[in-house]
Structures are given as C-alpha cells and as structure tokens.
T-cell receptor, first 108, second 119 residues
Framework: ELKVEQNPLFLSMQEGKNYTIYCNYSTTSDRLYWYRQDPGKSLESLFVLLSNGAVKQEGRLMASLDTKARLSTLHITAAVHDLSATYFCAVVADKLIFGTGTRLQVFP | GAVVSQHPSRVICKSGTSVKIECRSLDFQATTMFWYRQFPKQSLMLMATSNEGSKATYEQGVEKDKFLINHASLTLSTLTVTSAHPEDSSFYIC???????????????FGPGTRLTVL
C-alpha cells in the first residue's frame, strides 16, 4: 500500500526564517503535487513535479523532487505570515494519495 | 484554469436524514470525478471514483449503500449521504479530471468543499 508521509506535521516559524517540509512516499510514482489549504477552504494547487530532479519555484516557495529517494521537499524562504496554511503533498499511484499534511504557522 | 463548483457549501441536517451534494465542472467535461472526505486536522481520504455513465468505484471501507454516487452527465456528479449520523460530519471535497489538460492526464481540479454537520 502506498504511504505518503510528511514531516514535520506542525511547524511554527518566525517571519523571515527559512525552513523545509519533507514528503516521503513508499512506491514509485511519475508525478508529485503540492497543495495549500487554508482553514475551512479547499485545495489550492501549488506545484506539479514530473521528473527526477525537477525543481519549481513560485515566490517564497520552491519544490523539488528526487524520485530515486522517493522524496520531495518544499522549501520556504524568508517566511511571511501569509504563508500560514496547511501544505499537502500528493502522489499519483493508481489514484491520488495525499500526505499527512504539514500545518505551518508563521509568527512575527 | 478549470473550475469546479460544489453545492451546497455548508449544510446542517438532523440525524437520519439524507443529504445530497453536487459537484459540477463549469468549463470542461469531466469523464471522471472523485469524492474525498476530510476530518478536522486530517488529510484528504479518497472515498470513491465516479465515472460518467457507469457505477462508481468505492475505496475499501466506504459503504456504497450509505454514500450514493451518481455521475449522470459529463459535468455533474452527486454524492448523497443517506441516513446521515453525527459521525458523517466532515468536509467533503470533490475533484474533476480534465481529459484535455495538456497531457497531464491526472490533473485534478478541486471544488471548494461542502461542510456537512449532522446533529
């Protein structure tokens, strides 16, 4: 059974700091997604990573994929309060499997 | 980008009643739609895959007689929670696959979600 694990599950960080969220998955997959979810809201698509070594950046967020290690990272640079949300990675097997989620809280 | 709507956004009902949730793809035809459930502070769990014109495929542990799914057209799928109970209270999110999405055939577009509260 495909498992997708994220760590940390909860992250409290100060504005201006950098941090990385990790997404590990247990079987091969040819694509990985990152989503953002605000409280009470649905998912907002952030990135889709399609190949080994893929790197995508949007603003203060950068995602990368290592298919050999079955690992994706979401790096946050110089965090701001507006980034506070829950972040999910999701991997495609025969269906989309979501990670456990990382709740990010950015404080002044 | 592709837009998926859900209705209602929020519903409160009494235990034992049935609730219908609609999921529509607004600007594309979706041969496949998905229904997810999300409990507070948890991840999304796939409940079922809905294919237009055929029976839905349910995930293990999801009662097909309790969660009725109908995908009667290429733009509409419905989820009916029958005889709802408080433990069915959750956030239900649908998604639709756009078969024309430039080769990324697994791209799913998510609806805004429906908050169900069963009293």
């Amino acid at each position: 059974e495909l498992k997708v694990e994220q760590n940390p599950l909860f992250l409290s960080m100060q504005e201006g700091k950098n941090y990385t969220i990790y997404c590990n998955y247990s079987t091969t997959s040819d694509r990985l997604y990152w989503y953002r979810q605000d409280p009470g809201k649905s998912l907002e698509s952030l990135f889709v990573l399609l190949s080994n070594g893929a790197v995508k950046q949007e603003g203060r967020l950068m995602a990368s994929l290592d298919t050999k290690a079955r690992l994706s990272t979401l790096h946050i640079t110089a965090a701001v309060h507006d980034l506070s949300a829950t972040y999910f990675c999701a991997v495609v097997a025969d269906k989309l499997i979501f990670g456990t989620g990382t709740r990010l809280q950015v404080f002044p | 980008g592709a837009v998926v709507s859900q209705h209602p956004s929020r519903v409160i009902c009494k235990s034992g009643t049935s609730v219908k949730i609609e999921c529509r793809s607004l600007d594309f035809q979706a041969t496949t739609m998905f229904w997810y459930r999300q409990f507070p502070k948890q991840s999304l769990m796939l409940m079922a895959t809905s294919n237009e014109g055929s029976k839905a495929t349910y995930e293990q542990g999801v009662e097909k007689d309790k969660f009725l799914i109908n995908h009667a057209s290429l733009t509409l799928s419905t989820l009916t929670v029958t005889s709802a109970h408080p433990e069915d209270s959750s956030f239900y999110i649908c998604s639709a696959r756009d078969p024309t999405s430039g080769g990324l055939t697994d791209t799913q577009y998510f609806g805004p979600g429906t908050r169900l509260t069963v009293l």
